[in-house]
Nanobody
């Protein structure tokens, strides 16, 4: 059974930074494409960043230049480094895994940017 567990969210002041982590289990992580999505209150879930099994990365315009996605296959973990956060980044951030067996989601971690 595939499980994704996010961590690292919290309350941060505007201009601050956070690093989110997503630990995967139950699948061959190194073969999976990973992504981070976010969902703000009253809004649809939106893509933030993706990283393929080969390490190719893509970013949504909202985070380009501020957010950086990375993965550690030895730890079965994907990260989202977020810098220069602003209140519009407030959302629940979800980890997503795509593998041959299917697509899976974590339950999310709350990020709140506020002074």
């Amino acid at each position: 059974q595939v499980q994704l567990v996010e961590s690292g969210g919290g309350l941060v002041q505007p201009g601050g930074s956070l690093r989110l982590s997503c630990a995967a289990s139950g699948t061959t992580f190194s073969f999976a494409d990973m992504a981070w999505y976010r969902q703000a209150p009253g809004k649809q879930r939106e893509l933030v960043a993706t990283i393929t099994s080969g390490g190719h990365v893509k970013y949504a315009d909202s985070g380009r230049g501020r957010f950086f996605i990375s993965r550690d296959n030895a730890k079965n973990t994907v990260y989202l480094h977020m810098n220069n956060l602003n209140p519009e980044d407030t959302a629940v951030y979800h980890c997503n895994l795509k593998a041959v067996a299917g697509e899976y989601w974590g339950q999310g971690t709350q990020v709140t940017v506020s002074s």
